[in-house]
């Protein structure tokens, strides 16, 4: 070996050195490793007030395992689709009904595979807890002496629209719309009825635990009256922080984000 290739790879080393150092260095992360890319992320959800409180507990689970930030934005399913349309600047969208989030896939505004089933609900009709009404069924919302039934607005609430479907089936819309006073989402309707400031309405199951002993469930709506109430989820785009909206629900469909929300009344899609 010459002197000059001696000189050469003397100079080489120490280079080749630093780049199986850089290599190594460059190792895949391992997939634990999802808080560290999403930490610092900030989404904000869009999501049915019905979710409200088992949303607000899922979002700290979250939120304790990726390091990400939420910001929720809860209403009326409706209202809430109609600022997507108008472009608010969304990351998730948890409908309370299917026809929302179908009408948003319809204008290609969710990122169709992350769609998901994630909870169902259940119908029910609710007095104020000292009524003395003897409402106990529906059909005892036919008498003359109920006067004020709350729902939600058909219109833009998806409890609304369930609520219809049911009445209609059973037979009592025609007689009943004259008497309803329409809420704005399934909690206001809930409220009136807990002031006592109607004589029963019709709401979710899941609501019925944020009243504590100020109702009552008297009647639960036949499945066969109404159409499945079914909860989807879906990233929203345009976004940017479409990564971190999928780690969210990744957390809502985990076992841990079930089990929240069962214990907030919700029942499992499976």
């Known amino acids: ?21 850089g290599i190594a260095c460059r190792r895949p992360e391992p997939s634990g490793s999802n808080r560290d890319s999403l930490a610092g ?3 904000t959800v ?24 939420i910001n929720f934005n809860f209403g009326a399913s409706g209202a809430l689709q109609k600022q ?29 595979e992350t769609r998901r089933d994630f909870a169902r609900n259940t119908l029910v009709l609710v007095v104020p807890a000292d ?32 609520a219809q479907q049911s009445l209609t089936r059973l037979g009592l819309w025609q007689t009943l719309e004259p008497r309803l006073i329409l809420a704005e989402d399934v909690r206001q ?8 400031e109607v004589d029963a309405g019709i709401v979710y199951t899941s609501d019925v635990r944020a009243t504590g002993d100020r109702v009552r469930i008297v009647a639960t709506a036949s499945a066969d009256t109404h159409e499945p109430i079914l909860y989807p989820i879906a990233v929203v785009k345009p ?32």
């Open 41 to 43: 992320r900030e989404i």
């Open 131 to 162: 009524s003395k009404s003897g409402i106990t069924t529906f059909a005892d919302l036919n008498s003359e002496e109920v006067t004020k039934l709350a729902i939600g607005n058909p219109k833009t609430v998806p409890v609304g629209q369930y």
């Open 189 to 196: 309707a809930l409220d009136y009825v807990a002031r006592g």
């Open 239 to 270: 976004g940017n922080n479409q990564n971190a909206a999928r780690a969210f629900i990744d957390v809502v469909l985990s076992d841990e984000g079930q089990r929240i929300l069962e214990k907030y009344g919700f029942k499992r899609v499976q």
């Open 84 to 112: 997507i349309e108008s472009g608010a600047p969304v990351d998730l969208f948890a409908s309370a009904g299917i026809p929302q989030m179908d009408a948003l896939a319809k204008q290609s505004l969710i990122v169709p």
């Open 46 to 69: 869009s999501a049915a007030v019905s979710l409200r409180d088992a949303f607000r507990e899922i979002g700290k689970q979250y939120e304790d395992q990726t390091g990400a930030r």
């Open 1 to 21: 070996m010459t002197s000059l290739q001696l000189i050469r790879r003397f100079l080489l080393a120490p280079l080749i050195l630093v780049i199986a150092a």
